[in-house]
């Protein structure tokens, strides 16, 4: 119901730029959360990362959203670091031993130290791969399987799921990826969480293809003010 009438409210211009839009998103995502927590009994951190392109065309994702359930870690949030970008290093031979490889070269080799890297962002942003799901960390990171450069892991999340906002088609780019983390380990049941957190990335592209659209019929209006003669 708060998706409907976030995406009526985008139809009918009441939300008219970028951080009104965002606003009402972190809003979105805030119901989103709670919705988990009360079915699923799951505490958690929910994280939009957005597609970016530098000055020179390289990929990276850049924070966008972050909201954290629970009044009780309030003060965790605020300790947590959440202004990382994340470059995304492209491969289309892309496997999560070969992406965990990549990611660790790449932060040991980075002399910058502009962006930090997280091997499962680059596995599903080069891969067919919508989601990707843990339910500790540390025990992919020593099977090699995940790697990043965050210093927010492990202190502040040990499970982690990550699903692209992107529509059922594979070719089609997707906006960037919707991240949910917890503090504890072996929370998450893969069958409901997938569907239910899949469903909030999509419902999280609808509303983003929504205000693309918006956005392209008011500046074609623009352009078609512009090209009307005025009258004499």
């Given amino acids: 119901h708060h998706c409907y009438k976030l995406k009526e409210d985008i139809r009918r211009g009441k ?4 951080n009104q839009l ?22 958690l951190a ?28 309030d003060a965790t949030i605020r300790e947590r670091e959440l202004t990382y970008k994340y470059i995304l290093l492209l491969d289309t031979k892309i496997e999560l031993k070969r992406a965990y490889f990549d990611a660790k070269h790449y932060n040991e080799h980075d002399a ?3 962006y930090r890297v997280n091997s499962i962002f680059n596995y599903l942003m080069n891969s067919k791969q919508r989601y990707w799901m843990s339910n500790d960390l ?4 020593a099977n090699e399987l ?5 210093e ?23 906006e960037g990826l919707l991240i949910f983390d917890t503090e504890d380990k072996g929370r998450f049941a893969e069958k409901e969480c997938s569907q239910l957190m899949g469903y909030i ?17 008011r500046e074609s209006k623009k352009e078609q003010s512009a090209t009307i003669p005025p009258k004499k």
Avoid: C
């Fill in 15 to 18: 939300i008219s730029d970028w």
């Fill in 22 to 43: 965002q606003e009402r998103l972190t809003d979105f995502l805030k119901y989103a959360g709670l919705a988990l927590k009360n079915s699923l009994n799951l505490s």
């Fill in 46 to 73: 929910v994280n939009v990362k957005l597609l970016s392109y530098s000055s020179d065309n390289s990929l990276f994702l850049s924070p966008y959203i972050q909201v954290k359930q629970g009044d009780d870690k």
């Fill in 112 to 114: 910058s130290r502009l």
């Fill in 138 to 141: 540390a025990k992919d990171e």
């Fill in 146 to 150: 995940f790697y990043t450069s965050s």
């Fill in 152 to 174: 927010n892991y492990p202190m502040h999340y040990k499970s982690m799921a990550v699903f692209k906002i992107a529509p059922p088609e594979r070719n089609i780019l997707p």
């Fill in 201 to 217: 990335a999509h419902l999280l592209y609808e509303l983003f293809l929504e205000y693309h659209i918006y956005e392209q019929n």
